[in-house]
């Protein structure tokens, strides 16, 4: 019988099946996860689903996941959100003294299939851009809290973990799509961005985070939890301080 402690360090001791004359990598290879089985593992049981694949669970699915949920909800939110803005832009520029034909032509022109495309090619690089960020902000940390890990293992922990926004991303757009409506945070200053940040899939999403960073990077839970807490939080008071500053540029007190 092999010695289960002549099993190198790096290789999961789950894989292992005693009595087999392959490699330790033939036999990871036979039993590696498919990314439905991921998928599925993360919304039941995510931290076994780390553990099993340890920061090596593909990055196709989270990348088809992450750009075509948000290209669906942008579509949605857009068409949704159409005739209203539309009516706000008339009425903004109406206000400017603007003739009716300039106004038609400027309204057409922010309402056109052209418009609507930029605004998708423009979300799909912002979640990128927070996809690499949100990233190398939680790898960085973990690892100042003991943490070991690579910042691949970081970028498909956040991308397997837009499951949870995934699911949420196609709730709206549904929701928009029957009612032909948006659901809106309501509030005003601190407590509409917090709003705005939070949700059950916000929350879904920050466990899941947890149980993959504690586990790929083997920390205890709350050591996971203080940066991804700590960066929702980081979130929220930007948001708040955008929208602060932008009421004050509308209402022209920022000189």
């Known amino acids: 019988m092999t010695d289960e402690k002549n099993i190198p360090p790096s290789f999961p001791t789950e894989y292992f099946v ?15 996860l498919k990314w439905w089985q991921i998928f599925w593992g993360m919304i039941c049981r995510p931290g076994r689903t780390f553990r099993s ?30 005739e209203e803005m539309a009516a706000m832009m008339y009425k903004e520029l109406a206000g400017a003294g603007m003739s009716p034909a300039e106004i038609e032509n400027i309204v ?12 998708v090619a423009g979300a799909v690089a912002m979640i990128l851009l927070v996809w690499v960020v949100q990233s190398g902000i939680l790898h960085l940390a973990v690892r100042v809290l003991g943490g070991e890990g690579v910042f691949r ?18 709730v709206n757009s549904g929701y928009i799509l029957v009612t032909g409506n948006m659901s809106l945070p309501q509030g005003d200053g601190l407590g ?46 930007i948001t708040y301080a955008v929208g602060f500053l932008g009421s004050d540029i509308g209402s022209g007190n920022v000189s």
């Open 18 to 32: 005693p009595g087999t004359e392959e490699p330790p990598d033939a036999v990871e290879e036979k039993q590696r």
């Open 53 to 82: 694949t340890q920061g090596r669970a593909g990055l196709l699915a989270p990348v088809l996941m992450i750009f075509g949920g948000t290209t669906f909800t942008t579509l949605m939110v857009s068409v949704g959100r159409q």
């Open 108 to 119: 057409g022109m922010a309402t056109s299939p052209w418009a609507l495309a930029l605004g």
């Open 153 to 170: 293992q970081a970028f498909e922990i956040v991308g397997w973990a837009w499951v949870a926004l995934f699911i949420g991303s196609l």
């Open 192 to 237: 509409q961005a917090f709003l705005t940040n939070t949700d059950l899939f916000v929350v879904w999403n920050m466990v899941i985070l947890v149980f993959g960073f504690a586990t790929v990077y083997g920390v205890r839970k709350w050591k996971a939890a203080v940066p991804v807490v700590g960066l929702w939080l980081a979130t929220v008071l």
